[in-house]
């Protein structure tokens, strides 16, 4: 999915819908998809991720920075990316997975680090058969690539790439092919390594 972007925002909205990977970026304006009335907010400045239901708050969880977020309708889950520059003492930033119930309430699965000098990550993307996470950090300039399990929660870094002389990305998402795009460069696992296979 590509969401067309719009001048910057205090928050991000999303909305989920069955059987679809979404994403909501710090650039976009509040967005929604039909077929559910679970709707997610993320609260950058007072660290917060917000659940309404039906328009109706119904629940809060505090995140350090939440600065973007994916949805994994299959296994409910919503992976929030951390605006951070450090992590434990390293300079990096982070990602955290939350289950989503029913009632709209989130629960942390786990949070991990990003790569070495992944800071201030703000784009986030899940491939479309939920089996990759992508993150763009350091002002667009660093991507790193997440295996997600079979409980659909992401492991560590598995592949970084730097991009020389970026700047934050307009667009960021997967295409059918399981492709990384990011503006008009695409991007995709060759040997081991992600790498820049078009654009």
């Not at 304006?29 to 328009?55: C, M, N, Q, Y």
């Not at 309430?105 to 986030?124: C, D, E, F, K, Y």
């Not at 300039?141 to 992401?154: H, T, Y």
Request: charge should be neutral.
């Amino acid at each position: 999915m590509t969401i067309s972007l719009n001048k910057p925002t205090r928050r991000s909205v999303l909305q989920g819908m069955a059987g679809a990977a979404v994403v909501a970026t710090p650039f976009a304006k509040a967005f929604a998809l039909p077929a559910s009335d679970i709707t997610f907010e993320l609260d950058r400045e007072g660290g917060w991720i917000h659940s309404l239901v039906a328009g109706k708050h119904v629940h809060s969880m505090s995140a350090e920075s939440p600065s973007a977020m994916a949805f994994a309708a299959d296994a409910r889950l919503l992976h929030v990316a951390h605006a951070i520059a450090g992590y434990r003492g390293l300079p990096t930033g982070a990602v955290s997975h939350y289950r989503v119930h029913r009632n709209g309430s989130l629960a942390l699965v786990t949070t991990q680090p990003l790569s070495l000098a992944a800071v201030i990550p703000h784009h986030i993307a899940l491939s479309q058969d939920e089996q990759m996470l992508a993150i763009a950090a350091a002002e667009g300039g660093i991507l790193n690539l997440l295996r997600v399990d079979e409980q659909r929660s992401a492991h560590e870094v598995i592949a970084t790439h730097r991009r020389i002389g970026a700047s934050l990305p307009q667009k960021f998402h997967f295409d059918s092919q399981g492709t990384l795009c990011v503006d008009e460069q695409q991007y995709a696992m060759l040997d081991g390594r992600l790498a820049r296979i078009g654009g």
